[in-house]
C-alpha cells in the first residue's frame, strides 16, 4: 500500500496560498526567453502558477524535522525491527529542475524511542521537496531520522525515476536509480541489512 496522506492535495484551499508572487516576472521572461507569446490567454495566469507551483515543490526550506515530529515520539520497550516501506516522494534534481519521483523505504531498530508511523513521509517530504540529488536526499533522511530517534540501526532506500534521464539526455525511459543509507545495525550486521531488503522486494 502506497502512503500518500502526507501529500497536500492541490485541491486544498491551502494550496495556492503558499508563498507570495514574486518572481512571476522572471517566469515571463523565460516563457519569453523560450519563443513563447505570454500575452496569449492559455497563458495570462501561467507565471503566477508557476511560481505557487515551484515554491510548493521547494517547501521543504521552510520546512525543519523538529516541527514536523510534533511530539510524536514515544518511549517503548522492544527492539524489533520497524519497517515503513512504499513512501511517495516528488523531489527536483538540482541539475535541471526536473522532477524526480519514486519510494522511500525506512526501517530501524528502536532502542528506548519510537516514532508515530506518519511522520516517516513528512520527514521524507522536508528533504525531498527541495532541489536534490537522490543520494544526498538519501542520506539527509537517513541523518534526521538517526538524530530523532537514536535507534541500533537505520536504513533508507529509495528507488526514484529521474525525468531528466526520461525525458533528454540518454533518454532511457525505464531506468531507476536506487540509493541507500545504512547505518549502526545495517551497517554492520549483513542479516539485519537482508530482512530490511527482503522485506522491500
Ligand atoms: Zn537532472
Redesign the pocket.
Known amino acids: 500500500m502506497r502512503d500518500t496522506a502526507h501529500l497536500l492535495n492541490p485541491a486544498d484551499p491551502d494550496f495556492d496560498e503558499i508563498g507570495e508572487c514574486s518572481l512571476d516576472y522572471l517566469i515571463t521572461d523565460l516563457i519569453t526567453g523560450l519563443g513563447e507569446d505570454v500575452s496569449r490567454e492559455g497563458l495570462l495566469k501561467t507565471p503566477q502558477r508557476v511560481e505557487r507551483s515551484l515554491r510548493f515543490l521547494t517547501s521543504g526550506y521552510q520546512a525543519n524535522v523538529e516541527d514536523v515530529i510534533n511530539g510524536a515520539l514515544f518511549e517503548a520497550e522492544g527492539s524489533e525491527m520497524v519497517v515503513v516501506k512504499d513512501i511517495e516522494f516528488y523531489s527536483l534534481?538540482e541539475?535541471?529542475m526536473?522532477p524526480f519521483f519514486g519510494t522511500a523505504h525506512i526501517a530501524y531498530i528502536p532502542d528506548k524511542l519510537i516514532l508515530g508511523l506518519s511522520k516517516f513521509a513528512r520527514v521524507a517530504d522536508v528533504f525531498a521537496r527541495r532541489m536534490q540529488v537522490q543520494e544526498r536526499m538519501t542520506s539527509q533522511i537517513a541523518d534526521a531520522l538517526e538524530e530523532v530517534l537514536k535507534p541500533k540501526g537505520l536504513a533508507v532506500v529509495t528507488e526514484a525515476s529521474?525525468l531528466?534521464m526520461m525525458m533528454r539526455g540518454v533518454e532511457k525511459q525505464g531506468s531507476s536509480t536506487r540509493t541507500s543509507a545504512m547505518r549502526g545495525a545495517f551497517k554492520d550486521d549483513a542479516r539485519t541489512r537482508q530482512e530490511f531488503l527482503e522485506a522491500i522486494r
Open positions: 534534481c541539475h535541471h526536473l529521474h531528466c
